[in-house]
């Protein structure tokens, strides 16, 4: 069992930045963890995944370039770093954990997921 716990959203104004963070607890040796959001009416997108040593992230090019995952195992802790902020970056966001060998870019490659934490973005 995983438990994650995002926090850090808010409301922002354009071109502002803001680090997401995620709680984990449990059992998370070995395991990747991801961050996704979902606009209102929009499906679930992936944003960025890092390994468990952090020596490997992926990103959606959506993103690539303004976020920055990054993770704190001795604190077990997640971090999104967000730059540049748009309103089309508004949407819920979440934190998720998979095994290492599961899908990195799929929703349904990850089997714990936080209750997420909202993030608007105005103009």
């Known amino acids: 069992q995983v438990q994650l716990v995002e926090s850090g959203g808010g409301l922002v104004q354009a071109g502002d930045s803001l680090r997401l963070s995620c709680a984990a607890s449990g059992r998370t040796f070995s395991r990747y963890m991801g961050w996704f959001r979902q606009a209102s009416g929009k499906e679930r997108e992936f944003l960025a995944a890092?390994?468990?040593?952090?020596?490997?992230?992926y990103y959606a090019d959506s993103v690539k370039g303004r976020f920055t995952i990054s993770r704190d195992n001795a604190k077990n802790t997640v971090y999104l770093r967000m730059n540049s902020l748009k309103p089309e970056d508004t949407a819920v966001y979440y934190c998720?954990?998979?095994?290492?060998?599961?899908?990195?870019?799929?929703?349904?490659?990850?089997?714990?997921w936080g209750q997420g934490t909202q993030v608007t973005v105005s103009s």
């Open positions: 890092i390994s468990f040593s952090g020596g490997s992230t």
């Open positions: 998720a954990s998979r095994p290492p060998t599961s899908a990195i870019y799929y929703s349904s490659g990850y089997d714990y």
